[in-house]
Structures are given as C-alpha cells and as structure tokens.
C-alpha cells in the first residue's frame, strides 16, 4: 500500500468526520448499497456506489439467522431501506431500472419460476417448466391458486403481456435484450412490423409456450418469468392505455399489485409502504402478519437498529466495526451479485437505431488512456481502509460469484502508477507546460469532468482519493459542476448521454445470468459507455449460442471476452463486494443463501 495514498485517504476521512461531528454530534458513514434479486432478470439494476480487521473475522460470515424459535402467529417487521434518495416508486419488473424499487417489489411481486442456488430455474415456484429436446422451446405451466392480490388468476395471457410491453415499440425501458429478441417474431414486433409476437403461444389459461430463434444456456438463467395483471394495469395492446400512461400510472406507481406473499396496503411515495400478510397466498400463509418498509439514510441506519426502529437493513461495508458492535442485531454476509466501476464516456445512444453508437472524437477515445487511468486507482487501499476488508479489487466484468465464468487468472489492470504513467507517455500526453498535468496527444489541455455520486461519509472521499490518484500520473479531473449527484439525476445524466460527463463511478447488479449482453451489447440500453467493436459483438454471439451448452466452449468465450474488456476498458471494475445485512436478532426462517427463495414466505419473528 503506498503510503502517501493511504495519507490521503486518511485526511480527506478524518476532515469530513470532523466536520459532520461538529455538524451533527455523531459521526455519519457511508451510502446505501444493495440490488439484484435471484431473477436474471435484474441484471443491469442500477446501484449505490460504498483498521481492517482480521481476514477470517472479515470474511466468516453466516448466512442464515441463529435463532431457532417458534414464529409467534401475527408478528409485525420494519425493514429499512438504505438510500440517501427516495425511492423512484417505478414498481413494476417491465419499466423500474433502480435498486431502490427492486427492494420495494421484493415484497409483492414473484416470478413464476424460482431458482437455485446456481441461479437456475427450478419447478418449486409458482410455476413448473419444460424445455424441448432441442432447446429452442420452453413450456410454462402455471400451478393451481396462483392468484393475484385482487383474488384474479395469474393468467398465461398475463406473461404473454409482460413480453408484448417489453417488445412494444414504444417502450423506453433498459430490457429489452437478447433473451426477449430471441424470441421468434420478436424482432419483426419490436419493429412495428406485426402487431403479434409469432413465438409466444398461449395453450389455454394456465399454460404458455415459447419458441426461440436460437438454443441458448441462458434458457435455464435468463428466462424472463414475471407477469404482468393485465387486468389491473391496463391494456397498451388495445388501445385502452398508451405505454406513457402506463408507466405513470397510480396502478403502478400508488396501487400496484403481485402475487407475492405480501400486498401493497398504502404507499407514501419514496419514504414507505405498508404491507399485510396475503392470506391466499399459493405457498400458504405467510408468517408475518405485515410489513412496514420505510427509507433510512445510509448515516442512520444503525441508530435505527439499535433503538429497534427497523429490524433489517443492508448495512454500508465502512459500517462493519460499529455494526459488530450493536447487541440487539447479527450480521450475516455473502459475496454479492454486484460491483462498482469506473466507465468512460465514449459515445451515444442511437434512439433510432435502438444501438449504441461509439464516437472517435470523445476525450476518452484512446483506450491507452483508459489503460493508465486504471492502473492508476488503488482500490486495494479502498477495499482495505474504507471498507474493512468487505470489498476487494475487481479484476474482469465477470464476477466472482459466477465460479464457472470467472477467470481468476486474469488480474485486469492492478495498481501501478508507473504502468499508467509509461501508457499515457506511449499515447503522447505529456505535461507540456509543467504545471504538472499532462496535455492531449494535440498538445492540448486535457481536464475531465468526473461524475459521481452521494451517499454518506466516504461517497466524496472516494471520488476525491481516484482523483488524486489519477492527478498523481499526470491526468486533471474535477468534478461535474463540483459536486456529487443524487442517485436519480446521477443515472439520468448518463441515460441521456449528458455530453459533459466524460468519466464517472457507476454499480451494477449482475442478475443471475453470466451472459454480460444486456450490460455491454451493441443493442443494450444499459451500456452507457457507448461500446461497440465486432469482436465484442461475436464474443457475446458465441456466449450465448447453441454451442454454449457446452460449459467449457462458454468458459473459453467467457475468458477471451474477459480479456477483450480488460484491453479495450470500456469501463475499469473497481471492487467486488460483501452484501452486509443487519437483522434483529428476534427475526426466525431467514436466509441469505442464494439457494433459499422462502425468506420472504417463512420470515418472521420470534417476540
């Protein structure tokens, strides 16, 4: 660890906290974090940017609550939502794209098909599936009592609905990817070609087929299997409804509804809800008899837990010694389905064309800049200092938690400012007026406008430490308008490809499917670096065909498109991370193993 950076570090933290002390009477800590689901549908979820101790403590984590009591008949739970911003309140699978609204559905809405703890769909959901011989069809046949809250079956039709929003035309969501253009006819739909979807047969109520243009291993990880209550939202393929006054709809927005365990009862828009217990569940009856979710800012989040004002919360890593601490709570901890990255600015979103559109003409077209300027982050000092221990360097786009996919031979671009220093010296920016900042390959001044965004104590500290870091081998970068950006507006800045953003920290949730498309596909709206080459394209082809039934055929893929982004970085992962959940210690039948999908169903509490 360089000591003049962790100096650094160190200062920028201890002012902050002085300042918040002498603002506040305590010390505040760091943002909320926390997002994909079990679903590989929740990839591209948008997320939360967050004395070491020693590493068996940091890392032997339980994943499953120690009390083994009786849950009493009608207990009642707060759950704490950890975000320094509302929560937008988009509430439906189709059209949300933040974090925030993924914890606030988890509650009343399912998919119909569960999965395991391999994150593939299994017969013990609501629904039970068969795939042809040929892996190009897959069956879904709903169970029996699979009801809507409002008493109405879940219906085939209802799913067929969620594909005919997610293919419309008009629709302006971020998921519309490769597994939904798979489907036969869904491009010549998704065109305005045909008012059908040629590949979508619905059998009778309960039954429904689907028929892909290619057989694809992400059937079994990335199959799309949430309804949409078509009778309750209203129906877009009618004309009864536009898909703008769908998604502004109180009957997503106020009045949603799943068939989940739980029911919506009442919403305060981005501060809370109220759930109670849906008696008709499929399952059986849940064990709670409601819910309150209520938004706690990241630097109040343990105070909360401790008075036992909420029972749940993620907890923020730079939060873990004083978490320990708290009598009334237990910590339980798993690498999560997440990272944090630095992306570069490198071209625009072709509406028309519905396809990213690279631009040589942006400050970071020239990838040996983008080279340096990740060998130029510590993030080992950052996992260490910051996050005691609970996030690590990040070395590929693959994540650690996808053990087959993962090559944990590659070591990315680890910290080396004199490796940084030799790229951007071999790319011709040079410090021409020794103000000791480098100039473009032009002789030009070359300053970046860096976005980032709040959330507690360490969110500026962060983004000043990779500043500095980055001043260190020569390169100035300030940030956008001087500030941090709320979570919302930060994520709008780079939907609408905001031309003064030329670099910024962003987080994803992976999902459940390794198939990285829907993050970095020619044709994936959540690729908001803009980048496209034909290799990128053939690797993520190849990744998902027929061939990629053959796990070792698609770990090679893998490796080679692992290799391909750490030598193109269209964005720089910064670390991986440990999901730190908080739960009160009167919680029973609660798990966080990837494994167990009856948490929300069985959950209860013992006092």
Known sequence: MAKKQLLLLVGLMLALS???????????????????????????????????????????????????????????????????????????TVFYSGAPDAEVMQFFTEDLLAADGDYLITNEGAATYEISDDNKKIKVMIKDNVNWHDGEPVKASDLLYSYELLGHPDYVGERYDFMKENVVGMPDY????????????????????????EATPSILSGFWSTPTPRHHVG????????????????????????????????????????????EDYWRGK??????????????????????????????????????????????????????T?????????????????????????????????????????????????????????????????????????????????????????IDVDGDGFRENDKGEEFVLNFASMEGGETA??????????????????????????????FYDLLKKDDKRVDIYQGAWGTGSDPDPEGLYGRTAAFN???FTSEKNDELLEAGTSEKAFDTEYRKDIYNQWQELMVEEVPVAPTVYRYALTAVNKRIVNYSIDPGSDLWLYEMGVSE
Request: aromatic fraction near 8%; charged fraction near 30%.
């Open 286 to 339: 849940p064990a709670l008899k409601s819910i309150v979710l209520k938004v706690v800012s990241s630097a109040t989040a343990l105070e909360a837990l401790k008075k036992g004002e909420i029972d749940y919360a993620d907890i923020p890593a730079d939060q873990y010694l004083n978490a320990k601490t708290i009598e009334n709570v237990e910590l339980l901890a798993k690498v999560d389905l997440a990272y």
């Open 341 to 429: 990255y630095i992306g570069f600015n490198l071209g625009e979103w072709d509406a028309e064309k519905e396809e990213n559109v690279m631009d040589p003409t942006k400050k970071m077209a020239n990838k040996l800049v983008r080279q340096a300027m990740w060998h130029a982050m510590d993030n080992e000092t950052i996992g260490k200092e910051l996050y005691h221990g609970l996030r690590f360097p990040a070395t590929t786009l693959i994540i650690p938690v996808f053990e087959g996919f993962h090559d944990s031979s590659n070591e990315g671009r680890p910290y080396d400012p004199e490796k940084a220093k030799a790229l951007l010296d071999e790319a011709g920016y």
């Open 528 to 530: 908001y670096p803009r």
């Open 190 to 213: 998704h065109a305005g070609k045909t008012d059908k979807i040629s590949g979508i047969n619905v059998i009778d109520d309960k039954t429904i087929e689907f028929t892909f243009t």
């Open 460 to 489: 500026e500290p962060i983004a000043k430490f990779y500043m500095q870091n980055w001043a260190d081998v020569g390169i100035k970068v300030q940030l956008l308008d001087g500030r941090l950006h709320e979570f919302n507006a």
């Open 18 to 92: 002085v300042f918040l002390a002498a603002c506040t009477g305590k010390e505040k800590s760091e943002e909320g974090d926390k997002a994909a689901s079990k679903d590989g549908d929740d990839k591209g979820t948008e997320e939360t940017t967050k004395d070491e101790p020693a590493e068996e403590e940091a890392l032997d984590f339980p994943l499953d609550v120690s009390n083994k009591e009786a849950a009493i008949e009608d207990g009642e739970l707060t759950y704490g939502l950890v975000s320094d911003s509302p929560f937008e309140g988009t509430l439906s």
């Open 235 to 278: 129906d877009v393929m009618t004309g009864e409804l536009t898909m703008e006054e769908l998604m502004a709809s109180d009957k997503i927005r106020v009045n949603p509804i799943g068939f989940g365990p739980y029911k919506v009862a009442k919403i305060v828009p981005g501060e809370s809800v109220l759930y109670e217990r849906y």
